[in-house]
Nanobody
């Protein structure tokens, strides 16, 4: 059984940093498609970043480019989202997501078409 558990969220002031982690059990990220999404109150879920494990191919939504970094550990069981220069508009519940295979990883990311989801971790950025 695959389980994804996020951690690392919290409250920070604008300009601060947080590192989110997504620990996987029953699943390895290698050669698969993984992503981080977020959802703010009253807003639709938004894809933040995705990583295709076989070659660490990454993609970021425009609003986080240059500030966020998606990565995985060498054991391919933990996904990270390093968030720097945080802004109040980054406030949201952040979710990690994963699916097997990666040939259509980007399309699946755009469609939020993932089989496995974590429970979320809250990020609050104050001005």
């Amino acid at each position: 059984q695959v389980r994804l558990v996020e951690s690392g969220g919290g409250s920070v002031q604008a300009g601060g940093s947080l590192r989110l982690s997504c620990a996987a059990s029953g699943y390895t990220f290698r050669a698969n498609c993984m992503a981080w999404f977020r959802q703010a109150p009253g807003k639709e879920r938004e894809g933040v970043a995705r990583l295709y494990g076989s070659d660490s191919n990454t993609y970021y939504v425009e609003s986080v480019k240059g500030r966020f970094t998606i990565s995985q550990d060498n054991a391919n069981t933990t996904l990270y989202l390093e968030m720097n220069s945080l802004k109040p508009e980054d406030t949201a519940m952040y979710y990690c997501a994963a699916r097997y295979g990666g040939d259509e990883c980007h399309l699946q990311f755009l469609r939020a078409d993932f089989l496995y989801w974590g429970q979320g971790t809250q990020v609050t950025v104050s001005s």
